[in-house]
T-cell receptor
């Protein structure tokens, strides 16, 4: 079945550092790919998405590019802030959109001032 | 209220208690979901309701009983739980059938502790 693998955390960075959180997936066809973020004490929020190969999703300074050839959707941000401290989840929905969200285990990011 | 709300936000219960979790969505969606979030494990989809009909039940123990009286409300009834059921229970909603993917909107969750 479909699956998502993302890098184990936790990740600790200093403010203004560069962030990469790796995500790879296994799925048939062309799934839609997502990054969700969970801030402390809150539910998950959609951060960005990409629905076809080579699409780049972006939001709040975060970016991720749908790479079909490497089945990857790595999350990046050029300069993190303390307010970016959260748990980040990579997820996919199978081709056709009738499948349900499949999540990775999540990566906890802590940004220190 | 906007978005997806969940009550209570925190719940502590004994193994012999009966309690219910409530979820309400104010987005006009037609599908609702219950997820279980345990430490160091992927989110586990428990139940899916579309148009108030249960369409998926991922082999969840019978001590968890969902109820969807209308498209805006979803309940999770709990009885004779085990300590390993302690987790964050997340509710989500989406609008099925109108877009190529059913983007889900999540509530803040109920933190459940079973003693």
């Amino acid at each position: 079945g479909d699956s998502v693998t993302q890098m184990e955390g936790p990740v600790t960075l200093s403010e203004e550092a560069f962030l990469t959180i790796n995500c790879t997936y296994t799925a048939t066809g062309y799934p839609s790919l997502f990054w969700y973020v969970q801030y402390p004490g809150e539910g998950l929020q959609l951060l960005l998405k990409a629905t076809k190969a080579d699409d780049k999703g972006s939001n709040k300074g975060f970016e991720a590019t749908y790479r079909k050839e490497t089945t990857s959707f790595h999350l990046e941000k050029g300069s993190v802030q303390v307010s970016d401290s959260a748990v980040y989840f990579c997820a996919l929905i199978g081709q056709g959109g009738s499948e349900k969200l499949v999540f990775g285990k999540g990566t906890k990011l802590t940004v220190n001032p | 209220e906007t978005g997806v709300t969940q009550t209570p936000r925190h719940l502590v219960m004994g193994m012999t208690n009966k309690k219910s979790l409530k979820c309400e969505q104010h987005l006009g969606h037609n599908a609702m979901y219950w997820y279980k979030q345990s430490a160091k494990k992927p989110l586990e989809l428990m139940f899916v309701y579309s148009l108030e009909e249960r369409v998926e039940n991922n082999s969840v123990p019978s001590r968890f009983s969902p109820e969807c009286p209308n498209s805006s409300h979803l309940f999770l009834h709990l009885h004779t739980l085990q300590p390993e059921d302690s987790a964050l229970y997340l509710c989500a909603s989406s609008q099925d059938g109108t877009v190529s993917y059913n983007e889900q909107f999540f509530g803040p969750g109920t933190r459940l502790t079973v003693l």
